[in-house]
């Protein structure tokens, strides 16, 4: 038996891409490779590539570079180049050609537009200006054409670059061999394609026209792409950008890139967190909203994890260093944003697949368009005019543009909520999700235990009652004990001393607060003491238990002064989340191994109907697979190790950012913030991109569909048709930025 072939993935950065063809081409020539699965981007110019062992990297980059463009491995960790402000920018460059094209550009289309303005020899003013637009203007379209034919291949700068130079040379024909160079020509000019004599039209507006407007339209592309990644490169510079490294007991600043896993690192108030870590000495209060969105600080103390790029807001902390570099949760955070970028949602294959084929069926329309209509016998110029609109007319940017453009920053403004989409095909996903099951601790509820409810006997103040509980408890680490205490301390109450504290395992607590001799635990511990729980106590004790929740006893100097409800508490956000999701029409289902009483408890208090309660952790999968079996499309929102499998077998998985590793891994959409909110606007926001998505491809291929009829039937001059090609693309991007306007 043959061994296994193993598999790796690199993502390559591509140079030279002007168009969809340009992706689809160099996507078809990658998977040509034996064992190789490639799917390029031509919105992010990137290229995801699976290779078996017998490929190597460079192999892959040579196949590249033959196809007529350039490569190099993308390394994801670090931030990519800000091109806003920089003289390098493609978009600074992709203006200044413009503004120097249009300047040119301008006088040649007045002329031919406006007769008054036809002075005597104005037609080789026009070549003389037309040149260096036709030449210097539409260089990148004639070099990358000409690249494309040495390859044997076809995209949107060949009829570009075909239509413009055509429109020239036959102006520079009928300016020296026709009727157009004469002294005191005339000529007028009509948006429609009209029957006029060869030999006395001169297209110099076409060509130049046509170029200024795909400049202006490649450039207002490029600067949307650049402003549609800023999402990422605002969350890669969320980091700090050195540190005070301590070494040899002496305090070193280095950049961020030197600190090494398990150094230990100061953060002075109001400094970041230079890296994820262990607080190792000091407390403060770690302010979480760069990453999370809460406003509230978090308190830490040693032994605490803290998170790279969130501020420190109080007191001076050293923290042990647990992950630097690409392994912190900001660089993680960062690559399942790209990846979702750089991946394609299955709507975007077919527009890959139209793209690829689309040049040459349109070269084949322009030479009918041309024959057809010198068959029909029309003059030349009518024919040539023809055709070259077609040939403009017809280019495929806004198909190549429709989905990843949406993509980009929809993924983008999803990492700026706290909403990491992990890829595209998730998209699809939430269209058709009806079911939602919520796993209940740590997901609705908080998955820490909380005072619920004081129950004195009508004689005993609960402030009383409740301070001297938290008196006693403050002896203890049990999470009961810690409850109580918070809970106290909530309320304003401030613990006396205790004396003689005792700890009875499993069964509770005793010591002295001044003068009285406190027990608390369970009814068992009570009964050592020969402690009588009266009738209206032993009621609110078992109607908690009935509710799923703990109840503890309260006594001292032999007599049951009250009891304390300890709960794990709802999250203030969980029922206001069960709104959202039924509003969108999903139902929501509350999945929990706690008891039923428990469950219905927590469910009726959120306003879920349905309660699939005592599921044992390896019984979750089997959950999600009977409501799948029932014809129900499930999304599922967990945070545990033991949600993981059912994560990942639902049709979409949610992971609670402040859950698991295992967890987070398993699901198809990270929310960062422990609000269960989030999961409604998750959806909502992944069905916004989808409906964008599907908008921008019905504009692309309708625009086309409808425009290169015009073209060939001769109603669209030249010029119109370069400047509806243009504008097609920047509607296109422009709807896509509409994206970074959603709200959660």
Not at 342 to 350: D, F, H, I
Not at 426 to 442: A, M, W
Not at 488 to 499: C, E, M, S
Not at 618 to 646: I, P, T, Y
């Amino acid at each position: 038996m043959s061994a296994p072939v193993s598999e790796q993935s690199i993502e390559l950065a591509i140079g030279g891409m002007t168009c969809a063809s340009c992706a689809a081409r160099i996507e078809k020539r990658l998977n040509r490779l034996e064992g190789v699965t490639a799917s390029v981007n031509y919105a992010t110019e990137k290229a995801k590539v699976s290779y078996p062992d017998s490929v190597t990297p460079q192999q892959l980059i040579e196949r590249v570079v033959d196809t007529g463009y350039t490569a190099e491995v993308h390394a994801p960790a670090e931030p990519p180049a800000i091109h806003q402000d920089s003289a390098l920018s493609p978009a600074t460059a992709l203006r200044n050609r413009l503004l120097l094209t249009l300047a040119m550009a301008l006088p040649v289309v007045a002329m031919a537009m406006i007769p008054a303005l036809q002075f005597r020899n104005w037609q080789w003013l026009s070549l003389t200006l037309a040149a260096p637009v036709v030449f210097w203007g539409g260089a990148g379209f004639h070099r990358a054409a000409w690249s494309n034919a040495r390859h044997g291949a076809a995209t949107m700068d060949t009829l570009i670059s075909l239509g413009t130079l055509a429109a020239f040379a036959w102006s520079v024909y009928a300016l020296f061999f026709g009727d157009a160079g004469m002294p005191g020509m005339k000529h007028g000019f009509s948006l429609a394609v009209e029957r006029t004599s060869a030999a006395s039209n001169i297209y110099f507006e076409v060509a130049t026209g046509v170029i200024v407007f795909i400049l202006a339209g490649r450039y207002f592309e490029t600067r949307s792409k650049e402003r549609a990644g800023s999402a990422l490169r605002a969350l890669l510079e969320m980091g700090a950008k050195d540190v005070a490294v301590l070494r040899d007991n002496r305090e070193v600043r280095v950049p961020i890139a030197e600190l090494r896993s398990g150094e230990l690192f100061l953060v002075r108030p109001g400094e970041k967190v230079a890296t994820d870590g262990v607080v190792a000495e000091g407390s403060s209060a770690i302010d979480m909203s760069l990453l999370t969105g809460e406003s509230m600080p978090v308190e830490v103390a040693p032994g605490d994890a803290v998170v790279g790029a969130t501020v420190n807001a109080g007191g001076m902390l050293t923290v042990r260093a647990t992950r630097v570099g690409a392994d912190t949760q900001l660089a993680q955070m960062a690559t399942l944003v790209e990846q979702a970028q750089n991946g394609k949602a299955p709507v975007q294959r077919l527009a890959d697949r139209v793209a690829g084929v689309f040049v040459p069926i349109v070269l084949a329309i322009t030479a009918v368009t041309l024959i057809g209509w010198l068959v029909s016998g029309a003059s030349v110029a009518t024919a040539f005019g023809a055709a070259v609109a077609v040939l403009i007319i017809a280019c495929p940017c806004a198909l190549g543009l429709a989905t990843p453009t949406a993509l980009l920053v929809g993924t983008g403004r999803g990492a700026q909520l706290g909403i990491l989409i992990k890829g595209p095909q998730v998209l699809e996903s939430t269209r058709r999700i009806d079911t939602v099951v919520l796993d209940k601790t740590g997901t609705v509820t908080t998955g820490t235990m909380s005072l619920a409810q004081v129950v004195p006997d009508g004689g005993t103040d609960p402030g009383e009652l409740l301070a001297v509980a938290a008196s006693v408890e403050h002896g203890s680490e049990h999470p009961l004990a810690r409850a109580v205490v918070t809970g106290a301390a909530a309320r304003g109450l401030t613990p006396d001393p205790v004396r003689q504290f005792v700890n009875h395992g499993g069964k509770g607590v005793q010591g002295l607060v001044g003068e009285r001799a406190v027990v608390i635990g369970r009814t068992a511990l009570l009964e050592d003491w020969s402690i009588v729980l009266p009738d209206t106590l032993a009621r609110a004790k078992s109607d908690a238990e009935a509710a799923g929740r703990t109840a503890i006893v309260v006594a001292w100097d032999g007599v049951a002064r009250g009891v304390l409800v300890i709960a794990d508490a709802i999250k203030p956000t969980s029922a206001d989340a069960v709104v959202q999701m039924r509003a969108l029409g999903l139902t929501p289902v509350l999945l929990t191994g706690d008891n039923a009483a428990a469950a219905r408890s927590v469910a009726d208090r959120v306003g879920i109907d349905e309660v699939i309660a005592e599921v044992l952790p390896s019984d979750k999968l089997d959950v999600v697979k009977r409501l799948q079996d029932e014809g129900k499309v499930v999304a599922m929102v967990g945070d545990g190790v033991n949600d993981a499998a059912a994560l990942a077998q639902a049709d979409l998985g949610l992971a609670m950012g402040t859950g698991t590793d295992v967890a987070i891994e398993a699901g198809d959409i990270t929310l960062v913030r422990g609000d269960l909110r989030t999961v409604a606007s998750a959806i909502r926001l992944s069905r916004t991109t989808l409906r964008t998505i599907k908008g921008n491809l019905f504009w692309a291929f309708g625009y086309n569909v409808a425009a290169i009829p015009l073209a060939a039937a001769g109603l669209l001059n030249p010029m119109l048709a370069g400047a509806a090609m243009a504008l097609s693309s920047v509607f296109v991007v422009s709807n896509s930025l509409r994206l970074r306007r959603f709200h959660d």
